[in-house]
């Protein structure tokens, strides 16, 4: 399971880096959600002025799909409620992109889920726990394990999973679901879907809710032992690295985030603004960004640990997570347990 660069070879990467072009593009359509979870990197999601327009979000789009970009991972605010998703959906179908949505399923009803599975979008379910009680305090919202239920279900009826139909549910690791995510993994499994377990970044609501944290041997551990159940019982090999679960993390290569507001940063971790849409082209901004270049550039410019770590030709840690805890987006990882020591 690679998420941000499986549909990709590492030539292409390669390519695309040297070129100064995108292979995929995270988007927002919208920072408005119904949910507060407690470990979001959105701090207020109630209202959000100066939003892009549709229009104004189909251009960029177009710009991305000339600078190389196929795939689109759509982010939130929660894109389910957003009011026009379908025509945003078909735009991007009818450009050739893949689509990937994070959703909490709210908006999901029997004919969404219908148009995802036509437009075979690949679903990211939002599911941190298999307990009411849980899942609605991480949501922070009552009845928030219900809703993502029911969304689950209409997807089933439209035919998810399935080898077209791509399903995953997506958890973050923390302190109030830790002792259930290594039998949540082989559920997700075994229902032939994907798990997309991660750390939690710590930025916005996580800084303020520290009874989320989990220590880094217990992160160790937990990897470890997800690792040896995949590789055992479901013949997939991977070693285990944070921050996420069987997972590489290489985005800043071939990626970068359009804020719901026109901001394009780094990632939703790297929260730098790098130039807004509405001053400058997307293919200005990112040649001309000293932050995108010396991602890119990380093998000579990141310090510290993860620059001499023995996996650094495949990770460069967290660049959210440095960033958050560090104030220095190329400072070593913080919360990497193969960093003994944390940077000032």
Request: with cysteine.
């Amino acid at each position: 399971m690679q998420l941000y660069n499986l549909e990709f070879t590492e030539e292409e990467i390669k390519n695309a880096v040297a070129e100064d072009r995108l292979l995929s593009m995270e988007i927002e359509f919208s920072r408005i959600c119904n949910f507060r979870c407690s470990y979001c990197y959105v701090p207020e999601k109630k209202e959000c002025r100066g939003e892009l327009t549709k229009d104004e979000l189909k251009d960029v789009l177009l710009q991305a799909k000339a600078l190389g970009a196929r795939k689109i991972i759509i982010l939130g605010g929660e894109p389910s409620i957003y009011p026009h998703l379908p025509e945003m959906l078909r735009f991007l179908d009818d450009h050739g992109f893949q689509i990937e949505m994070f959703t909490n399923g709210t908006g999901v009803d029997g004919e969404l889920a219908q148009l995802l599975a036509k437009l075979k979008v690949r679903v990211v379910l939002k599911l941190n726990s298999m307990k009411r009680e849980v899942q609605d305090r991480l949501a922070g919202r009552e009845g928030a394990y219900d809703i993502i239920q029911t969304a689950f279900a209409n997807l089933k009826v439209a035919g998810y999973p399935s080898s077209d139909l791509f399903l995953a549910l997506s958890t973050v690791i923390c302190q109030t679901n830790f002792d259930e995510l290594v039998e949540m993994w082989k559920w997700i499994r075994d229902q032939k879907m994907e798990p997309y377990f991660e750390v939690i970044t710590p930025q916005a609501n996580a800084i303020t809710n520290s009874w989320l944290t989990v220590d880094s041997e217990k992160l160790k551990n937990l990897f470890a032992e997800l690792s040896a159940i995949d590789q055992e019982t479901y013949g997939r090999e991977w070693e285990p690295q944070p921050p996420l679960v069987g997972n590489k993390c290489m985005r800043h290569q071939v990626s970068c985030l359009l804020t719901a507001t026109g901001d394009v940063m780094p990632c939703v971790g790297v929260t730098i603004p790098l130039d807004n849409i509405r001053n400058n082209s997307l293919a200005h901004i990112l040649k001309n960004s000293e932050v995108i270049q010396n991602l890119k550039n990380y093998r000579e410019m990141i310090r510290g640990e993860c620059r001499d770590c023995d996996k650094a030709e495949e990770c460069y840690g967290c660049r959210g997570a440095a960033y958050q805890l560090t104030g220095d987006y190329l400072a070593s990882d913080p919360t990497c347990w193969r960093n003994q020591k944390s940077e000032p």
